[in-house]
């Protein structure tokens, strides 16, 4: 049995990645259409051997198809999901406008498959924000064998999580500092990104935290477990592409580091690379293209009691967006024959 499937946002970084990843796993497509808007008309993208011509976000009609995928940003989202949902077609949305709604499903599915059933309630399912859903993969495995009391991440989020002008402006940047002609201006960043790091991703709020150091918080609560105390400090570095985290965790329970390193290993999506000698460790280049959130730098932290380290890397178009959305299609597909 295959699916008719939608994909929302097809030209962009996410909706292209999306297509990609559909066809590496084999997802049970029996029809797909690309959308886009008004201005991306016609615009060709590839599925596996395909070629798809973009159609007119704006007129499709959803009626009779089965999933659409959206990574079309908030405000389009708010639009174009209800007409969808009300057609009978499920919405997998990238976006933050339904991560927070109680009667919406905000799913990982290495972590809470079971969530997806609640689908139903709105035909919507959200998708979390790229920095919390490589890091929840790792929390869930520990906090089931020793109960997290709190977490402390520091990020080091690549361009690419700010849209294809993110990636732009980095490259114009560092080509302009071996050009002395060349001034590029800092427009998609607050500040200059070549050779920088930036402590600021979205808007701040009234206590000095960052929206996207919210969104860590109140998503790894509704994800894992509301008891868990998240604290974040989210930083933009001048990477392409892959995401890495450090982060501190503080559990109820002793848990050794060598104990918490084969947990690791047996857990779904994780790749334990840790070795300590020089290299032995995973960087965010090495993970681009890698379906597998990738752990190093386990250790011991001395200065609390119960306390773990750990360094946390992934693609953040892949896991951090694309990959997690298929895998949702994929956790909803086989929960429905289930129950079919």
Not at 144 to 169: F, H, L, N, P
Not at 318 to 326: D, E
Request: net charge negative; charged share 25%; glycine share 8%.
């Amino acid at each position: 049995m295959g699916y008719k499937v939608v994909i929302a946002g097809a030209t962009g970084n996410v909706g292209r990645e999306m297509l990609n990843i559909l066809a590496e796993r084999q997802f049970p497509v029996d029809e797909i259409a690309v959308l886009a808007s008004r201005r991306s008309l016609g615009t060709e993208v590839s599925f596996g051997d395909t070629t798809l011509k973009t159609r007119d976000l704006d007129t499709f009609d959803f009626t009779g198809w089965d999933i659409a995928l959206f990574a079309i940003g908030s405000e389009a989202t708010r639009k174009y999901a209800p007409i969808a949902a009300k057609a009978g077609c499920v919405v997998i949305d990238n976006s933050s406008l339904y991560r927070y709604d109680s009667e919406v499903p905000l799913v990982v599915p290495e972590v809470n498959p079971e969530a997806v059933d609640g689908y139903a309630r709105k035909n919507i399912i959200a998708n979390p924000n790229c920095s919390t859903a490589q890091m929840v993969v790792a929390l869930k495995p520990l906090h089931d064998r020793a109960r997290i009391k709190r977490v402390v991440v520091s990020t080091y989020q690549s361009v690419s999580g700010a849209g294809k002008e993110g990636m732009d402006e980095l490259w114009e940047q560092t080509k302009s500092v071996y050009n002395p002609t060349s001034d590029v201006p800092p427009s998609k960043f607050q500040k200059e990104i070549a050779f920088n790091v930036i402590p600021h991703i979205d808007v701040f709020m009234e206590d000095g935290s960052t929206k996207e150091e919210w969104k860590m918080v109140v998503e790894t609560k509704k994800i894992i477990d509301a008891s868990i105390k998240v604290t974040a400090t989210c930083v933009r570095v001048p990477v392409f592409v892959g995401h890495a985290e450090s982060i501190n965790i503080e559990f109820e329970d002793f848990l050794d580091e060598d104990e918490a390193r084969d947990i690791l290993r047996e857990a779904p999506g994780i790749m334990v690379v840790d070795k300590r000698e020089s290299g032995g460790y995973v960087t965010p280049k090495e993970c681009v293209g890698d379906y597998a959130t990738f752990i190093s730098r386990i250790r011991q932290d001395g200065t609390i009691e119960n306390g773990l380290n750990l360094w946390c890397v992934s693609d953040n178009l892949r896991k951090g967006a694309a990959l997690n959305a298929v895998q949702i299609a994929e956790t909803l597909g086989n929960r429905m024959l289930k129950k079919g």
